[in-house]
């Protein structure tokens, strides 16, 4: 009970979770306009790269984690995002930006169709069809030489800045690539976040958590897995445009099953089912095995990376359910409890003040007429007995 005390209560939506929510906004924007003032290039094209797997990883939770469908096959979505801006930009001169729209629409298409034949499984099986896309892409892409340069890779992916003063100078791609990959991560969470708190969203999660009820309470089961397949490929797609130009190569070895099961690491350590836990994986699955790797180079051992990647997603396993967002949330339950805000009472509510008199009496003329509802139904007798 002591400790129930200490905490600090905030009611949901009053001024001060308000405040403390734009203090922890402002907080994020700060940090975000100081980064290329206070980093070097190279760690801000870094923190590029981590946007960017952090913009898969929402569009992977959208579909695994509030949807609850194993997802294997978004590396292959990103790599059609990637190729499908490096083709058309290098080979036929379409503007980068051109490029994003045909890549989302293009990986929403497939993402759709391959909800179709998932649509009939549940659990590991439909794992398994997403995984057979996932296998299938790089062989695709080493297959047509011709389009995507096969195995040597396909090169001088570039989307050069706008002719702006910041962007001047010898750094003002990378500059560029950063706020480019900001805004698009920025975008995607919001777009998940608005989905979720739509009617569709509601019935994502309700057909995550019991599909029989859901669909007996009218939810479209096709419609609404086909549209988060879609949702979900459609933002891995965009994420993968970005990638094509900030990196300029692209491999097929660069999209391997490995990539999958990095994304799917990431959502499990960030936090499934969280918004901001994707944010919080992308940047782990990405920074824990450059700190590794430079670790291994000091003490002269190899392949500490995976040692230390391996070891953390058991840690997080074992200690972690919810991930590095349920770790924040708990350690803020020590010190602050959020109730939930109470609805405001309606007139409906209100039991209505009966006359203190007495009855009026009932007209021997209308007695005959009048149904008795003896269950409380609303159905009188003589209206029973009319329908029978």
């Known amino acids: 009970m002591s400790s129930q005390r200490r905490r600090l209560v905030i009611v949901e939506g009053s001024p001060l979770h308000r405040g403390l929510q734009i203090a922890g906004a402002a907080i994020v924007v700060i940090a975000i306009f100081s980064f290329p003032y206070v980093l070097e290039p190279f760690r801000l094209s870094q923190i590029t790269q981590a946007c960017i797997y952090a913009t898969v990883i929402v569009g992977l939770n959208l579909l695994s984690g509030f949807g609850g469908q194993i997802s294997l096959g978004h590396a292959a979505y990103f790599g059609l995002g990637a190729y499908t801006t490096g083709v058309l930009t290098t080979s036929y001169d379409v503007a980068p930006p051109v490029t994003?729209?045909?890549?989302?629409?293009?990986?929403?298409?497939?993402?759709?169709?391959?909800?179709?034949?998932?649509?009939?499984?549940?659990?590991?099986?439909?794992?398994?069809?997403?995984?057979?896309?996932?296998?299938?892409?790089?062989?695709?892409?080493?297959?047509?030489?011709?389009?995507?340069?096969?195995?040597?890779?396909?090169?001088?992916?570039?989307?050069?800045?706008?002719?702006?003063?910041?962007?001047a100078g010898f750094n003002g791609t990378v500059y560029f690539h950063y706020w480019l990959a900001i805004l698009i991560l920025l975008l995607s969470c919001l777009v998940v976040r608005n989905l979720l708190r739509s009617r569709f969203g509601r019935a994502i999660v309700a057909l995550r958590d019991n599909e029989t009820p859901a669909i007996i309470m009218g939810v479209n089961r096709t419609l609404v897995r086909t549209l988060t397949f879609g949702t979900s490929a459609g933002i891995a797609g965009l994420a993968g445009s970005l990638f094509a130009v900030t990196t300029g190569l692209l491999t097929p070895i660069t999209f391997s099953l490995l990539l999958m099961l990095v994304f799917l690491a990431g959502m499990v350590i960030g936090g499934a089912s969280t918004m901001w836990g994707p944010v919080l994986g992308g940047f782990v699955i990405y920074f824990v095995p450059e700190w590794a790797t430079s670790l291994s180079s000091i003490g002269g051992s190899q392949n500490l990376a995976g040692i230390v990647f391996g070891a953390i997603i058991i840690v997080i396993m074992f200690t972690l359910r919810s991930g590095l967002a349920g770790l924040v949330r708990r350690l803020l339950g020590y010190v602050v409890t959020f109730q939930p805000r109470r609805p405001p009472r309606s007139s409906a509510d209100v039991p209505q003040r009966r006359s203190s008199g007495p009855p009026e009496p009932l007209h021997p003329a209308d007695a005959t007429k009048a149904p008795i509802d003896l269950d409380g139904s609303g159905v009188g007798t003589t209206d029973a007995v009319r329908n029978l």
């Open 100 to 167: 994003f729209v045909i890549a989302i629409v293009g990986c929403f298409v497939f993402g759709a169709l391959v909800a179709f034949p998932a649509l009939r499984l549940k659990g590991v099986y439909v794992a398994l069809v997403t995984l057979a896309v996932g296998l299938i892409f790089p062989a695709v892409v080493t297959r047509m030489d011709s389009l995507t340069g096969g195995s040597s890779g396909l090169f001088g992916i570039t989307y050069p800045p706008p002719d702006l003063a910041y962007f």
